[in-house]
């Protein structure tokens, strides 16, 4: 019997029966359905903005303008309460509290002065292009009160003190839920409460502005001084001459 050189196929292993194809789990508990895909032509839906604020706090008191990117345009200075804060007894008609938005400025060539509505000195220079400027008088406190700082005159700042002044009402700060927002043009708000109180206080030093090399920095001072615009002037040794001003 000769031999059968003839190639035979090799015996296949059993295949699996075929799966019906898989579909995707509907979203559900712990799950986030993926993004519709937006048609040719159309662009996919805006991300919303987060916008992030900063509180200036007795541990972290201070933030530099400068490292946040905000050295540019204008800052705005804002500050709001509550005016109807002095209490009153029940047959006593509660009188609202009036707060005063103000600073003490210094500039790198050594003049120095005050921005406020007392003596009509709302900006500094009072003559040219300010570099401070109050836009008004607001005596509710519904709105509060602005003050605009040119951030890019920082080369021209040396040292600027934002406080606030009871002009009108009984001393009440625990109230009146004081508090100051700094909006620049870039990055986040930066927001400084007048969360402490001295009942015997008209003034509140509330954050100082230095220019430390270039570097624009915020300090949150929240300081209550018994006494007015000289005796903040006195604390903080600005040096100036005072008398007797009204609105």
């Given at each position: ?187 986040p708000e930066i927001e400084v409460r007048l969360d402490e109180a001295d009942q015997s206080a008209i003034s509140c030093a509330i954050a100082l502005l230095e220019n430390r090399g ?34």
């Amino acid at each position: 019997m000769g031999i059968d050189y003839t190639k035979r196929p090799k015996a296949q292993p059993p295949q699996p029966p075929a799966q019906p194809p898989s579909t995707p789990p509907a979203p559900g508990y712990g799950q986030q359905a993926p993004a519709p895909t937006p048609a040719y032509g159309q662009q996919p839906p805006a991300q919303p903005v987060s916008l992030s604020k900063i509180t200036l706090t007795k541990s972290a008191p201070s933030i530099s303008l400068s490292k946040q990117g905000a050295t540019t345009g204008q800052v705005r200075v804002n500050l709001s309460w509550t005016a109807n804060s002095s209490g009153g007894g029940l047959f006593r008609k509660a009188k609202g509290i009036d707060l005063d938005l103000a600073c003490l400025w210094e500039f790198t060539d050594g003049s120095k002065g005050i921005v406020q509505a007392l003596g009509n000195s709302f900006q500094a220079p009072r003559d040219g292009q300010p570099i401070i400027r109050l836009d008004g008088d607001d005596r509710r406190g519904a709105g509060g009160e602005n003050m605009y700082i040119d951030l890019s005159a920082t080369n021209r700042i040396r040292r600027i003190l934002i406080f606030a002044y009871i002009y009108e009402g009984t001393p009440n700060w625990a109230s009146a839920n004081g508090v100051v927002t700094l909006s620049p043009a870039s990055g986040p708000e930066i927001e400084v409460r007048l969360d402490e109180a001295d009942q015997s206080a008209i003034s509140c030093a509330i954050a100082l502005l230095e220019n430390r090399g270039g570097e624009l920095v915020i300090n949150r001072e929240v300081r209550y001084i018994r006494g007015a615009q000289d005796k903040i002037d006195e604390a903080y040794g600005w040096g100036m001459n005072w008398r007797g001003a009204r609105k």
